[in-house]
């Protein structure tokens, strides 16, 4: 698992975390690493296609990555795993929900818009690779009444999406906490 997880790290993500990071992932009771992976036939190994990973701080998740393969992107798993993120922060009772996205990835700020996370501040020159910004992203309501009702819009949101790819979500999903 960790060697596919390093190699969709680098390919997406610019090697942003080391094996010893993810290492930590596992280990740590206050991470969530979740995972979508196929596996078409039993004999050859499962292939990861995204991952997530949330740290529970207090009464917060602080998202901290987010990556499909780019050959399975547009094809609703983003959302699939934005939402089992959000959900496994609803189900541990965390009331809200940030993160941080470089100011020109319109892709990903795209998908944390539809999921309620709004704009409350830049730090400038915040990544030390492009020299780009980070745009301050918050979620305030996971512990609000209506939000259960959300993630259930977003899960048939994401499942119909991945169905129309022809994609089973459940069986995808795999939670490694
Ligand atoms: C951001 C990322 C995770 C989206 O994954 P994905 O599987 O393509 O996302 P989905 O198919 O679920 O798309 C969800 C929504 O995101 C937005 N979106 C995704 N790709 C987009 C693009 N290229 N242009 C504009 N909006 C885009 C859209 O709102 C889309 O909804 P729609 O398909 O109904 O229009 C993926 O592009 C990725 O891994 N990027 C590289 C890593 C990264 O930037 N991670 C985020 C770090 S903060």
Request: charged share 20%; proline share 5%; hydrophobic share 40%.
């Amino acid at each position: 698992m960790l060697p596919q997880v390093l190699s969709l790290d680098r390919l997406c993500l610019g090697g942003l975390w080391s094996e010893a990071g993810y290492r930590r992932e596992f280990d740590s009771p206050n991470s969530d690493l979740l995972a979508l992976w196929y596996q078409e036939d039993p004999m050859v190994q499962a292939q990861l296609l995204g991952f997530v990973c949330l740290w529970a701080i207090v009464e917060e998740a602080h998202i901290t990555l987010l990556a499909v393969h780019p050959r399975y992107r547009r094809q609703g798993m983003g959302q699939a795993l934005l939402w089992a993120a959000l959900q496994s922060a609803h189900d541990r009772g965390l009331e809200r929900a940030t993160l941080e996205v470089e100011a020109d990835n319109l892709p990903a700020q795209q998908l944390y818009k539809k999921f309620g996370f709004r704009e409350i501040g830049r730090r400038r020159n915040y990544y030390p690779k492009t020299g780009g910004d980070a745009i301050i992203l918050w979620n305030n309501r996971l512990h609000k009444p209506d939000f259960a009702t959300l993630l259930e819009k977003w899960y048939q949101t994401a499942d119909a999406q991945l169905a129309s790819a022809a994609w089973q979500l459940t069986p995808l999903l795999h939670k490694r906490s």
